[in-house]
Protein backbone atom coordinates (compact mmCIF):
# COMPACT_ATOMS: atom_id res chain seq x y z
CA UNK A 1 0.00 0.00 0.00
CA UNK A 2 1.24 3.47 -0.74
CA UNK A 3 -0.82 6.74 -0.18
CA UNK A 4 0.29 9.75 -2.07
CA UNK A 5 -0.65 13.36 0.00
CA UNK A 6 -0.90 16.50 -1.50
CA UNK A 7 -2.11 20.44 -1.00
CA UNK A 8 -1.03 21.84 1.45
CA UNK A 9 0.29 24.93 1.61
CA UNK A 10 0.39 28.67 3.26
CA UNK A 11 -2.74 30.24 3.64
CA UNK A 12 -4.28 33.38 6.20
CA UNK A 13 -6.45 32.77 8.85
CA UNK A 14 -9.97 32.17 7.69
CA UNK A 15 -8.89 30.48 4.51
CA UNK A 16 -9.72 27.14 2.83
CA UNK A 17 -7.04 24.55 2.03
CA UNK A 18 -8.21 21.11 0.11
CA UNK A 19 -5.97 17.89 1.21
CA UNK A 20 -5.66 14.81 -1.35
CA UNK A 21 -4.82 11.24 -0.55
CA UNK A 22 -3.89 8.95 -3.38
CA UNK A 23 -3.77 5.02 -2.44
CA UNK A 24 -2.62 2.56 -4.54
CA UNK A 25 -1.66 -1.53 -3.82
CA UNK A 26 -4.38 -2.85 -2.95
CA UNK A 27 -8.33 -2.80 -2.87
CA UNK A 28 -9.12 1.09 -1.87
CA UNK A 29 -12.71 0.12 -0.21
CA UNK A 30 -11.04 -2.28 1.84
CA UNK A 31 -9.46 0.12 3.70
CA UNK A 32 -10.41 3.09 6.67
CA UNK A 33 -8.56 5.84 6.00
CA UNK A 34 -7.90 8.53 8.37
CA UNK A 35 -6.24 12.06 8.40
CA UNK A 36 -3.74 12.86 11.82
CA UNK A 37 -1.48 15.89 12.15
CA UNK A 38 1.14 16.80 13.81
CA UNK A 39 2.87 20.19 14.96
CA UNK A 40 6.15 20.97 16.30
CA UNK A 41 6.62 19.53 20.30
CA UNK A 42 3.17 17.70 19.82
CA UNK A 43 1.62 13.92 19.55
CA UNK A 44 0.22 12.91 16.36
CA UNK A 45 -3.57 13.52 16.69
CA UNK A 46 -6.50 12.47 14.52
CA UNK A 47 -8.35 14.83 13.01
CA UNK A 48 -10.95 13.05 10.57
CA UNK A 49 -11.52 9.04 9.13
CA UNK A 50 -13.45 7.48 7.04
CA UNK A 51 -14.70 3.99 7.58
CA UNK A 52 -13.86 1.10 4.41
CA UNK A 53 -16.98 0.23 2.41
CA UNK A 54 -19.87 2.04 4.59
CA UNK A 55 -17.69 5.59 4.26
CA UNK A 56 -18.70 6.25 8.02
CA UNK A 57 -16.83 9.57 9.05
CA UNK A 58 -15.62 10.58 12.39
CA UNK A 59 -14.05 13.88 13.65
CA UNK A 60 -12.00 15.26 16.06
CA UNK A 61 -14.20 18.24 18.07
CA UNK A 62 -11.77 20.88 17.53
CA UNK A 63 -12.02 21.04 14.05
CA UNK A 64 -15.95 19.86 13.45
CA UNK A 65 -18.36 21.96 11.38
CA UNK A 66 -14.79 23.13 9.70
CA UNK A 67 -13.21 20.29 8.21
CA UNK A 68 -14.87 17.93 5.63
CA UNK A 69 -13.33 14.31 4.92
CA UNK A 70 -14.62 12.78 1.87
CA UNK A 71 -14.15 9.13 -0.08
CA UNK A 72 -13.92 8.96 -3.91
CA UNK A 73 -13.76 4.85 -4.33
CA UNK A 74 -13.85 5.11 -7.97
CA UNK A 75 -10.27 7.55 -7.79
CA UNK A 76 -8.64 5.73 -4.83
CA UNK A 77 -8.84 8.73 -2.82
CA UNK A 78 -9.43 10.72 0.21
CA UNK A 79 -9.91 14.50 0.33
CA UNK A 80 -10.03 16.46 3.67
CA UNK A 81 -11.53 19.50 2.79
CA UNK A 82 -10.70 22.44 5.52
CA UNK A 83 -12.23 25.86 5.80
CA UNK A 84 -11.56 28.60 8.23
CA UNK A 85 -8.56 27.57 9.21
CA UNK A 86 -7.27 28.63 12.30
CA UNK A 87 -3.23 29.21 13.67
CA UNK A 88 -3.55 26.24 15.65
CA UNK A 89 -4.67 24.00 12.78
CA UNK A 90 -0.88 24.82 11.13
CA UNK A 91 0.82 21.20 11.28
CA UNK A 92 2.24 18.53 8.90
CA UNK A 93 -1.03 16.55 7.81
CA UNK A 94 -0.60 12.65 7.62
CA UNK A 95 -3.00 10.03 5.75
CA UNK A 96 -2.99 7.17 7.25
CA UNK A 97 -4.52 3.87 6.05
CA UNK A 98 -5.64 -0.04 8.01
CA UNK A 99 -6.90 -2.79 6.59
CA UNK A 100 -10.83 -2.58 8.29
CA UNK A 101 -13.14 -4.52 5.41
CA UNK A 102 -16.98 -4.82 5.90
CA UNK A 103 -17.01 -2.80 8.88
CA UNK A 104 -18.46 0.77 10.24
CA UNK A 105 -15.20 0.90 12.68
CA UNK A 106 -12.51 3.47 12.76
CA UNK A 107 -9.74 3.82 15.46
CA UNK A 108 -9.12 7.21 15.99
CA UNK A 109 -5.59 5.94 17.33
CA UNK A 110 -2.16 6.56 14.92
CA UNK A 111 -0.97 3.35 16.73
CA UNK A 112 -4.26 1.49 14.87
CA UNK A 113 -3.17 2.88 11.50
CA UNK A 114 -0.59 0.53 9.38
CA UNK A 115 0.00 2.64 6.40
CA UNK A 116 1.11 6.36 6.33
CA UNK A 117 1.64 9.03 3.61
CA UNK A 118 4.59 11.53 3.26
CA UNK A 119 2.63 14.18 5.26
CA UNK A 120 2.15 18.09 3.74
CA UNK A 121 2.99 20.62 5.67
CA UNK A 122 -0.29 23.52 6.24
CA UNK A 123 1.13 26.96 7.52
CA UNK A 124 -1.19 29.37 8.74
CA UNK A 125 -0.61 33.11 9.17
CA UNK A 126 -2.89 36.07 9.96
Known amino acids: VQLLTSGGGLVHTGESLRLSCTFS????????IAWFRQAPGNERSFVAG????????TYATSIKDRFTISRDNAESSVYLQMNTLKFEDAAVYYC????????????????????WGQGTQVTVSS
Open 50 to 57: SSSRTANT
Open 25 to 32: GRAFSDYA
Open 96 to 115: AAEYRPFTNALSTRPEDYTY
